[in-house]
């Protein structure tokens, strides 16, 4: 059965002064799908993912998202796309606890000025067990694992509605078996139908995880 796509981005071209990064790469990716993009360093698989995820804006070409053609302007509204982004290097501030990590700048207000705690916890804890994770949500993020790190992370962009995960190299830092805590969380993911847009250089990881692969290759 034909099942619409959760987003195109056709003919994407990205330049910078003296350089082409992409030149009208073609990506799609399905709802509930584990796409690999898979390419050497350099080969453009990052710029890609910034344009969709609003870092960078596209030179030329086209995205849509769900049928319906959009530009992305930042990285917030690609939030408000439902666009969520776990980058290699992880957005997190280390004195911060997970819960705090999870909701910063969205935090929930009994009063105004005045953040509850209580409903901030819950709301997190939530969010962790339905990933079916033993995480200890008042722990500052410093004192996790970087598998637990990315697991934050995780939790999240689910918690921003992100119906389309970007992961960009996840287990470059990660030992066999958070590894494959990982991708037994991937699985989740995917089962309830978030698509998943997944950067690596490691062919293995393509029969382990993914269910389609681009490889990109100078741009």
Known sequence: MYQS???QMERIRKTFPGVVALDEVSFELLPGEVHILL??????????MKILSGAYQKSAGAISLNGHAVEIKSPKHAQQLGIGIIYQ????????SAAENIFLGREPVRL?????RRAMQQAAARLVNDLGLA???SRPVRELSIAAQQMVEVAKAISLDAR??????PTSALTEREIAELFARIRQLKAAGVA???ISHRMEELF????????????
């Open 5 to 7: 796509p959760a987003l």
């Open 39 to 48: 390419g050497e360093n350099g080969a453009g698989k990052s710029t890609l």
């Open 89 to 96: 290097e992880l957005n997190l501030v280390p004195q911060l």
């Open 112 to 116: 105004p000025g005045l953040v509850d």
């Open 135 to 137: 995480l200890d949500v």
């Open 164 to 169: 389309i995960l970007i992961m960009d190299e």
């Open 196 to 198: 998943v847009v997944y």
């Open 208 to 219: 382990e995880i993914g269910d389609r692969v681009t490889v990109l290759r100078d741009g």
